[in-house]
């Protein structure tokens, strides 16, 4: 059974940094992808950024790139988002999920609330 953990989440002034962390578990993820997803109130999920494990790719959304950096650690099966530069539409709960490829997921956490005030 896969689990993904997130945390890191929290309250910050615009203009501030957050780094989230999702840590994996349950299976070896081989040449999988992971990803972070933001959902705001009231919109649907939207992409942020992911990973491979097994190569250095990453993806970004255009709304944050240059702000945010997506990386891995294969030892603690941890990913991580370090978000700079943080924006008041950056608020949104916060999720991480693992699939095959970086356009697909299979398994999601619970998510973490990033609340970024203005």
């Known amino acids: 059974q896969v689990q993904l953990a997130e945390s890191g989440g929290g309250l910050v002034q615009a203009g501030g940094s957050l780094r989230l962390s999702c840590v994996a578990s349950?299976?070896?993820?081989?040449?999988?992808?992971m990803g972070w997803f933001r959902q705001a109130p009231g919109k649907e999920r939207e992409f942020v950024a992911a990973i491979r494990w097994s190569a250095p790719s990453t993806y970004y959304a255009d709304s944050v790139k240059g702000r945010f950096t997506i990386s891995r650690d294969n030892a603690k099966n941890t990913v991580y988002l370090q978000m700079n530069s943080l924006k008041p539409e950056d608020t949104a709960v916060y999720y991480c999920?693992?699939?095959?490829?970086?356009?697909?997921?299979?398994?999601w956490g619970p998510g973490t609330q990033v609340t970024v005030s203005s």
């Open positions: 349950g299976r070896t993820f081989g040449s999988y992808a």
């Open positions: 999920g693992v699939g095959p490829i970086w356009t697909s997921y299979d398994y």
